[in-house]
């Protein structure tokens, strides 16, 4: 898949500026975000211990091993899960996520540098649906542990406000 060059400040505004015509819920083996799902049922579908407000262990993505977690808002509305797999098992999991999602809105790649000078490709893809619910795939270099976002849009929105509020405070 082709990737277009930009930078990590081209893909928070894309975040901020999308618009979605996609109408399909975001989830994850049945556990979707911004949806009332308990405790035992996220457990049940996933393989996973729960605890106070969220859920969390290891379970299969695709036949591969992946470690997930599943955190709540009130009410058990799932907010956000988080899927971390193998840096080896990415293409697997991208052709995964397009099938599922559809095509992803953005896809983009950016080059990061770390302080000892070395060079890492990053790549996003993001996928957005109507109600503002987003689920972005990431991965960093070629061996650090890709992972797959999947945020309700309150959960996305609290993060926003809480970064603009922390880049504020410096």
Not at 11 to 32: C, I, N, P, Q, Y
Not at 70 to 93: C, E, H, K, P, Q
Not at 116 to 144: C, H, I, P, Q, Y
């Amino acid at each position: 898949m082709s990737r277009p060059q930009s930078n990590v400040t081209k893909l928070f505004l894309s975040f901020l500026l999308l618009s979605s015509v996609d109408a399909r819920a975001l989830d994850l083996k049945g556990v979707t975000v911004g949806a009332k799902v308990l405790p035992y049922d996220v457990s049940q579908a996933l393989g996973i211990d729960c605890f106070e407000h969220s859920c969390a262990g290891k379970t299969t993505v695709v036949g591969l091993d992946a470690g997930v977690t599943v955190a709540y808002s009130g009410d058990w509305i799932v907010d956000t899960i988080t899927v971390n797999f193998l840096a080896d098992d990415y293409d697997r999991i991208e052709k995964a996520c397009v099938a599922k999602f559809g095509k992803p809105k953005t896809s983009q790649t950016h080059v990061l540098n770390n302080a000892m000078g070395g060079r890492f490709r990053k790549f996003d893809l993001m996928w957005e649906t109507a109600d503002g619910s987003l689920a972005l795939l990431t991965n960093v270099g070629d061996n650090l542990r890709p992972s797959l976002l999947i945020e309700s849009r309150e959960a996305f929105a609290a993060f926003q406000a809480k970064r603009a509020k922390s880049a504020h405070d410096l």
